[in-house]
């Protein structure tokens, strides 16, 4: 079974191993603090604990509810359990209801779930968590809604088929090699809520014309596609786009994960095209296309939060981004760590998205992986490749290199760059271009540049700098600084005025925040960032 990256990320795995210390606990451990009464086990303290045994033993006779109280409000299924009869069990939170490990409704039994969105609150599986049900006619149940459980694709497929803004829910997990590889998407369309209920579809293979092909083609506005896994996906868009989970989703993507390859034209990890929202998602897709490719999602017109992706980007002429392709939406507390590379003209590459359109936004998000850029590219940086749209309190670590007109640590041509970093070399090669730009920050600037630094080593091309390539009139910097012993560079830009940019030392610059960076945004530690200042709401990993 993959690891769930779906189910939750990294840093929302430290927020629920916090929880569990304070809420309504379900366990093998000996029962405390609770209060039960005629089938209702209560919590009487935030710090309450329901022995599992127990509550397995309560389901066998009758129906059992577990309510938060007591200040608990958040339920979390620490060890597994399983019944065979035809008992309900409900789990109540004030909150969210967390699974640790797997929940099995052996037999005819059912079950119901209530946390309340509202109030923060949401459905969360982690550490391989799942629920199980034996039966497709037992009962599920969650937040007063009734879900129509399927064994498989097909079963799925039609079930939406006949009731396309319905609810419907993933039993077990499901090897799909038994499919075959499929020649259109299953779904074409949905507008109701699909919940996975953590478990895993493994082998989805899909080699298609579709205009968006996936597992879902299109997701309507209404649509929610939750809590699943699809491992080893074989995907292939032979003329448009390919995707493994949402073609074109206007929809929330929430909670999933994508691992695999995809190939062929042009295609992102986990949508196509995101003009809703995905959040808390993951992708590990190695992806190769003769056009465009991104490791989450091609294009981004909605919202895109607390998501990642790792795979390796291999593109064509097209916007390619290890994250996103083209953004011409909102990027928040997102990162990538795939290398990215680009073997024609025409291209934008960045580390996170590859163009930033303006108006678009990428904030309190990172870059890790390398860059290399093919020539006559229209950009190719650590986090961005190209765009007018803003950065903020953001960062790149990768290399970045190749023939590009423009290349930066942090972007090839930036907009607004504010509160943001990089640390990566700029190797670049010039090419055919008279008008090449290379910058430990960003090649090419021309808007507002504040509270910023670059400290990679910064060569080739025609116009070098320490922190800019080419500096427009338009463009305006504040406590801006290079790394003059890292970077090679004397000077803070190859060409244009740099009036706001200062050389540090590296020892200067570790020694504490330069002049003008706020204390509220930045840190700076001896044994965080090798030294450097960072980011306090977006810290290095």
């Given at each position: 079974?993959?690891?769930?990256?779906?189910?939750?990320?990294?840093?929302?795995?430290?927020?629920?191993?916090?929880?569990?210390?304070?809420?309504?606990?379900?366990?093998?451990?000996?029962?405390?603090?609770?209060?039960?009464?005629?089938?209702?086990?209560t919590a009487t303290d935030k710090n309450a604990n329901l022995n599992a045994g127990e509550l397995t033993n309560m389901l066998m006779s009758s129906d059992a509810t577990v309510k938060t109280g007591g200040g608990a409000v958040t339920i979390q299924v620490l060890d597994g359990f399983s019944w065979m009869s035809t008992s309900r069990l409900t789990?109540?939170?004030?909150?969210?209801?967390?699974?640790?490990?797997?929940?099995?409704?052996?037999?005819?039994?059912?079950?119901?779930?209530?946390?309340?969105?509202?109030?923060g609150g949401d459905l969360l599986f982690s550490d391989g968590a799942k629920i199980d049900f034996a039966d497709l006619d037992s009962s599920l149940i969650i937040n007063g809604r009734t879900y129509t459980l399927a064994g498989d694709i097909d079963m799925l497929?039609?079930?939406?088929?006949?009731?396309?803004?319905?609810?419907?829910?993933?039993?077990?997990?499901?090897?799909?090699?038994?499919?075959?590889?499929?020649?259109?998407?299953?779904?074409?369309?949905?507008?109701?809520?699909?919940?996975?209920?953590?478990?895993?579809?493994?082998?989805?293979?899909?080699?298609?014309?579709?205009?968006?092909?996936?597992?879902?083609?299109?997701?309507?506005?209404?649509?929610?596609?939750?809590?699943?896994?699809?491992?080893?996906?074989?995907?292939?868009?032979?003329?448009?786009?390919?995707?493994?989970?949402?073609?074109?989703?206007?929809?929330?993507?929430?909670?999933?994960?994508?691992?695999?390859?995809?190939?062929?034209?042009?295609?992102?990890?986990?949508?196509?095209?995101?003009?809703?929202?995905?959040?808390?998602?993951?992708?590990?897709?190695?992806?190769?296309?003769y056009d465009a490719g991104a490791g989450l999602a091609l294009s981004n017109t909605g919202t895109i939060e607390k998501s990642s992706a790792d795979g390796d980007v291999e593109a064509g002429y097209g916007?390619?981004?290890?994250?996103?392709?083209?953004?011409?939406?909102?990027?928040t507390s997102s990162f990538a760590s795939g290398k990215i590379s680009g073997t024609s003209h025409g291209a934008a590459l960045g580390g996170l998205a590859g163009y930033n359109a303006d108006g678009a936004s990428i904030r309190l998000s990172h870059a890790s992986g390398d860059i290399s850029v093919g020539e006559q590219s229209e950009g190719g940086g650590g986090l961005v490749g190209n765009g007018s749209g803003e950065i903020v309190q953001s960062f790149a670590t990768g290399n970045v290199s190749g023939d590009s007109a423009s290349l930066g640590g942090l972007?090839?041509?930036?907009?607004?760059?504010?509160?943001?970093?990089?640390?990566?070399?700029?190797?670049?090669?010039?090419?055919?271009?008279?008008?090449?730009?290379?910058?430990?920050?960003?090649?090419?600037?021309?808007?507002?540049?504040?509270?910023?630094?670059?400290?990679?080593?910064?060569?080739?091309?025609?116009?070098?700098g320490g922190l800019i390539g080419l500096a427009q009139l338009t463009a305006h910097f504040a406590s801006s600084y290079w790394d003059t012993d890292t970077s090679g560079r004397k000077k803070p830009c190859g060409h244009g005025s740099c009036k706001g940019v200062a050389p540090l030392t590296d020892v200067e610059l570790k020694s504490g925040l330069p002049e003008g960076f706020d204390p509220k945004i930045w840190g700076s530690d001896p044994n965080i960032n090798s030294g450097y200042p960072y980011l306090l709401a977006n810290p290095p990993r």
């Open positions: 079974m993959a690891l769930k990256f779906c189910s939750l990320a990294a840093l929302l795995a430290v927020v629920l191993a916090t929880a569990v210390r304070a809420d309504f606990t379900l366990s093998n451990k000996p029962t405390h603090d609770v209060s039960c009464s005629a089938g209702v086990c789990l109540d939170a004030k909150k969210s209801v967390g699974f640790h490990k797997p929940v099995a409704i052996a037999g005819e039994g059912a079950l119901t779930i209530t946390y309340d969105s509202s109030a497929a039609q079930d939406i088929l006949q009731q396309p803004s319905g609810r419907f829910a993933l039993a077990a997990d499901y090897d799909a090699s038994a499919d075959g590889v499929r020649s259109t998407s299953p779904v074409r369309r949905f507008a109701g809520t699909f919940e996975g209920l953590g478990h895993t579809i493994d082998r989805f293979s899909l080699k298609t014309n579709d205009r968006s092909g996936a597992l879902f083609a299109i997701l309507k506005k209404t649509a929610v596609v939750r809590d699943i896994d699809l491992t080893n996906v074989k995907l292939t868009g032979k003329v448009h786009t390919i995707a493994a989970i949402g073609g074109y989703s206007q929809g929330l993507i929430a909670h999933c994960f994508a691992g695999g390859v995809l190939s062929g034209r042009i295609g992102g990890g986990l949508a196509s095209t995101n003009a809703g929202t995905i959040l808390d998602s993951h992708t590990s897709v190695s992806i190769s296309v916007n390619s981004g290890g994250l996103v392709g083209f953004n011409d939406g909102t990027i972007a090839g041509v930036g907009g607004k760059i504010v509160q943001s970093y990089a640390t990566g070399t700029v190797s670049g090669h010039g090419g055919e271009f008279s008008d090449a730009y290379s910058g430990g920050l960003a090649g090419y600037a021309d808007a507002e540049v504040d509270q910023v630094y670059s400290t990679g080593r910064v060569s080739g091309g025609w116009y070098v």
